[in-house]
């Protein structure tokens, strides 16, 4: 599932190690002794390896995961899905020499079967990019894709493709929050999303949700769907 970043260590197999995620990457726990110090919770007080919560750091302080989901910040479930995805992502990413925002659909890992299926014969797609876990969104020259799966579908085992017509596209506008942005699909109808309200905006079948800190993927993406949306 995911390796140390400073010695490699592995946590599957015969001889996996314990790791914990800290600020999007994983640690054993030596490696976070000598590059981290002691990494605790500064509400809780709950550390590293002493509990089994993961830690990210929001308004220059840590807090483990229990406290961010009790906080409203962010559910467990979706940081560690998004650095598992994230993993996925950056091998490919590499390889095409392009950023993940004008990647094709290879970076979109179970997702991308739901979208071939959505297909029109012969449509390519332009450009796809992941958002957290079980969402993404992908466009090509005749329409938008807003994909989604588990959770973000509705349901742990659901997936759902919602295909617009880009005469049916007002606008597509981008929305930061603290921790969490996303890109909403503009039409006659659609609702409108709050990134301070990241669980309703989850589900919605016209926004796909990220971190803020992948915001340019997604500023890259617009202007990428900005000839179609003014032709």
């Known amino acids: 599932m995911a390796n140390c970043i400073g010695c490699g260590a592995s946590n599957l197999g015969m001889s996996r190690a314990s790791l914990v995620l800290v ?33 990210k750091t ?3 302080q840590y807090l483990c995961t229990d406290c961010m989901e009790k906080m409203g910040i962010m559910k467990k479930y979706d940081y560690i899905m998004q650095s598992v995805l994230s993993l996925k992502s950056k091998a490919p990413a590499k390889a095409a020499s392009s950023s993940p925002a004008t990647s094709t ?19 390519e797609i332009v450009a796809a ?19 989604k799966s588990g959770i973000a579908a509705g349901s742990l085992t659901g997936k759902k493709c919602i295909k617009y017509s880009w005469h049916e596209v007002k ?10 942005g996303l890109i909403e699909v503009k039409g006659n109808g659609l609702p409108t999303f709050d990134p301070k309200d990241i ?4 589900q919605a079948d016209n926004v796909v949700t990220f971190l803020v800190n992948r915001k340019n993927e997604f500023d890259e993406a617009l202007s990428g769907m900005k000839p179609y949306l003014n032709r």
């Open 129 to 147: 990019v992941m958002g957290n876990a079980g969402e993404a969104l992908a466009f090509s020259p005749n329409h938008l894709f807003i994909l």
């Open 199 to 202: 669980t309703k905006a989850k």
């Open 171 to 180: 606008d597509v506008e981008i929305k930061a929050g603290a921790l969490y």
């Open 58 to 60: 929001v308004d220059g």
């Open 105 to 123: 659909t290879s970076s979109l890992g179970g997702l991308r079967q739901l979208l071939d299926e959505n297909l029109s014969p012969g449509e």
């Open 23 to 55: 600020d999007g990457e994983w640690y054993c726990k030596a490696c976070l002794k000598k590059m981290k110090g002691t990494v605790a919770c500064k509400k809780c007080g709950k550390e590293a390896f002493v509990s089994d919560e993961h830690f």
